[in-house]
C-alpha cells in the first residue's frame, strides 16, 4: 500500500516554476487566483516526477494559496471538488473506473470486478499492497459512445470488458508498458461498433 507521508514542505521544481509562471502569466493583474487549476495540475505532475505518485499535499496546497494570493480553503475548495486532483497518495496507475449510466449498461461491473481481480483490492480508493494500483470510481469520463472507459492515469481505454481489463493489468503488473490509449476492441475513434453503416461503396445500375 502507498503510504506516503505528507511532506512536511514543498516548492515547485524548475521545470514545473517555468510551467506556473507561464499559467499565471494568462490572467491579468489582479485575476491570479484563475490559475489555481493549472497550479494544482503542476503540483500534482511533479509529485508524480519525484515521488512516483501523482497528488496534491496540502503543504502544496498552501504554497499555491501564497503564490495567488488566495486564503488556504479556497484552494483546499477547489482540489477536494474536482475528480481530477488527488488529496492523498495513489499507486503508479490511477485506475479510474466510470460506472454511470452508459458504462454501466456497457457492463463496467465486468471491469471494476476485472480491476480488483488483478490488483488485489477489495474496494474504490484503496491501493494495492505493492503501491502498483489505486482504483477509484469516476463519474462520466465524456466517452460514452465507446464505453465502458477505464482511465489509467491521463489515458482513455475505451470498448473495455472484464478479458480485456484483466489482459491489459496483467501486462502492467509483468513490468510491461502501458498500450496505446484509445479503443482496445479495434474500432477507429468512435465509428459504430459494428463498422460503416453509411457512405459505404455502391455498385452503379448497369445501363
Not at 60 to 68: F, S
Not at 78 to 102: D, E, I, R, S
Not at 113 to 129: D, L, N, V, Y
Not at 154 to 169: A, H, I, K, N, P
Amino acid at each position: 500500500m502507498n503510504t506516503q507521508a505528507e511532506p512536511k514542505s514543498f516548492e515547485f521544481d524548475t521545470e514545473a516554476e517555468a510551467l506556473v509562471t507561464a499559467a499565471i502569466a494568462h490572467y491579468p493583474m489582479g485575476k491570479q487566483a484563475s490559475a489555481v487549476m493549472p497550479l494544482l495540475d503542476i503540483a500534482q505532475r511533479q509529485m508524480a516526477r519525484h515521488t512516483g505518485s501523482a497528488w496534491v499535499p496540502r503543504v502544496a496546497m498552501d504554497v499555491i494559496a501564497k503564490r495567488l494570493g488566495m486564503a488556504p480553503i479556497r484552494v483546499y475548495e477547489v482540489a477536494t471538488f474536482y475528480l481530477m486532483y488527488n488529496t492523498k497518495p495513489v499507486g503508479k496507475y490511477h485506475l479510474q473506473v466510470c460506472t454511470t449510466t452508459p458504462c454501466w449498461l456497457r457492463g463496467s461491473d465486468d471491469v471494476v470486478a476485472a480491476c480488483k481481480s488483478q490488483a488485489g483490492i477489495s474496494e474504490f480508493g484503496e491501493t494495492s499492497a505493492n503501491g502498483l494500483f489505486t482504483m477509484s470510481e469516476v463519474e462520466c469520463l465524456g466517452a460514452c459512445v465507446n464505453a465502458p472507459i477505464l482511465q489509467i492515469n491521463d489515458d482513455y481505454f475505451e470498448d473495455m470488458d472484464g478479458v480485456r481489463t484483466e489482459v491489459l493489468l496483467g501486462d502492467l503488473k509483468a513490468g510491461g508498458a502501458l498500450p496505446p490509449a484509445g479503443s482496445t476492441a479495434g474500432r477507429s475513434g468512435s465509428a459504430p461498433a459494428t463498422g460503416l453503416t453509411a457512405l459505404l461503396p455502391t455498385t452503379e445500375p448497369a445501363e
